[in-house]
């Protein structure tokens, strides 16, 4: 796997030599990862201009648990208290190994940290790397998919066995701590961001922070989860009835909401804007007469980190690739009442291989439970 | 309670008025937090030039269920798109209000806002609010004491349950969720951080990420958690043996770490330096030749995070106040074998008030399990 760490690193390395930096300083987390394999907290990766070093606060390989062990070939520099930069130390390190320009994430660097890079690597000119690190991110490989097809079937399995389970009388709190358990028994990692459960008048919110509120009889229920595997994070959210009989208003809410989604899945293919994609989801809903209840963006990508580029929005710029991996995830919410969320993660692929792959395959019908 | 934000809020704009700012714009989410009361996670507040106004990207009074509400006599302005930045807003309204300087939390804004900032206030000069607001938040009022108080309340019980339930067999991670979820039977409104449990050898780690390893007889069992509760969080850490008898190196150790906390607790007084608390503790453990073996702090402040100021640290700067929360938390790992922690959260109060007051009342006695 060493090798896989290496090239991203020699990619972005060309990025910057192109950029007129001899040296870049990689501090945000997620990049980090992506270009060493794990690292502690607070980590920082120099690259260049000699040989690449990833700077931490505490030893990588002390910690034989976790999943943070860089790659074998990386040479490490351990800060000799805990409570240094590593930022600061590797800048300092770049400029001692004769670096005369360092490109550093400025979109990533507080002003305070920056100052203090700045003032050790006083004799180079600092570049902004900029989003170089995450628009690598973008396009995954069969790896990093397989990873993610992982994350989804567990969220699958987790969410699967909840609606096996009586629901009636118990608290979003309960049902997202339940789903969250299940998702470890399942083999994840964790949960890949904070589980949502809302019933009631609460369904269909995004971000909803499960309440003390029960279940009851007639609910729309929405349940957004996801599962963190081996840094990489699924989405799923699905809406349910509770009861025997689904309401008009239930029934009509839904389909809208499906049929915006299945049109965004549908728009999902090489060669398709961001925007587009957004479109021709939220169009069917403004014909519902929902436009004005409609979140920013109708999806995202999706990988080390749930909610990454692309965004899928009215004023994304790019065009979607093959092998990206995003969420399509329109919800409506009407105060008072309740509301419907449906949220696939899946990967775009040419048509000629069968278009877009679905990664999180648990039933979209509208369920009564 | 409006009224507690308000002064908060005059204090604070006091402070930057002699530093020469005629506004100031927090960012920071903790600090907005106190000073308004609740706000949706990205809001700015700006104080100032003549009132002062919430800024957010989503309406802070539309989600009825969180605890994120504003205090009512604030003004509040939505951003029109949720994908405006707050910060950014808030700057372009102080210089519309005739603001020619503007303090902002540099230790927060990334360098891309910040310049982002700068390009809309480009008539104010930008200043450093630096630490301003996280200085006022260490010493706590009585409302905020109660608050922690309650939760601490809550973490012992959650763990006072977990004591008398079975252990061997079941693995770290489900100690954990299980832990997570009584907190939350318990009234809290999520765990404080990530609950860790470590059983074995990775029992007495600091932060340690909880594993499938299972609770063995013979182990030693550290668990370290606290309850989140209207915005305030607490932590306590124990360490415990499981079987009838400990092994007689585990009995050592232990009492090593217990001398180290109380002699940490008994230092806590108003006008104690920092770094003596934490010297306080680290002489004993250092006595016991496990020196190399601490971390860089005995302590640390506890409010609306858990990290917070004062630290106590041997390069700490400082002196102890009374009515600040504090927790006294030394541990050692023993490479292969485990370790021991125990961590209680306590309000420092002069000797006359009865010194110390201990929040985490859970024995420290070590149970065999």
Known sequence: MSEVYAA???????????????????????????????????????????????????????????????????PVLVLPTPDGDPAVAGAERAVEAGARSLAVEEHHLTVTRHRAVRSVAARARLNDLGTAVEQQRVIKDDEEISTLRIAAEIADQALGELLESILVGRTERHLALELERRLIDHGADGPAFATSVGAGPNSGRAGHVPTDRRVEEGDFLSV?????????RSEIARTFVIGSSPADWQIELYDQVFAAQ?????????GTAYRDVDRAARVVLEAAGHGERLGPRIGHGVGLENDE????????????????????????????RGGVRIDD?????????????????????LLAL
């Open 309 to 336: 580029d692309p965004r899928l929005s009215p004023s994304a710029m790019g065009k979607l690739d093959a092998c990206v991996p995003v969420t399509v995830d329109p919800g409506v919410h009407l105060p008072g």
């Open 8 to 74: 991203r690193r020699a990619r972005l390395r060309e990025w910057c030599e192109a950029g007129g930096s001899e040296a870049a300083l990689v501090s945000g987390g997620a990049n980090v990862r992506y270009l060493v394999g794990g690292a502690p907290a607070g980590a920082a990766l120099l690259l260049g201009p000699d040989r690449d070093v990833l700077v931490c606060a505490s030893d990588p390989f002390a910690d034989a648990t976790g999943g943070s062990r860089p790659a074998d070939d990386l």
């Open 345 to 365: 993660t899946l990967v775009v692929r040419p048509e000629a291989d069968g278009g877009p792959e679905l990664l999180t395959i648990t039933t979209k019908e």
């Open 224 to 232: 957004c989860l996801g599962a963190l595997y081996r840094g990489y």
């Open 262 to 270: 299945r049109a965004g899945r549908e728009a999902l293919a090489p």
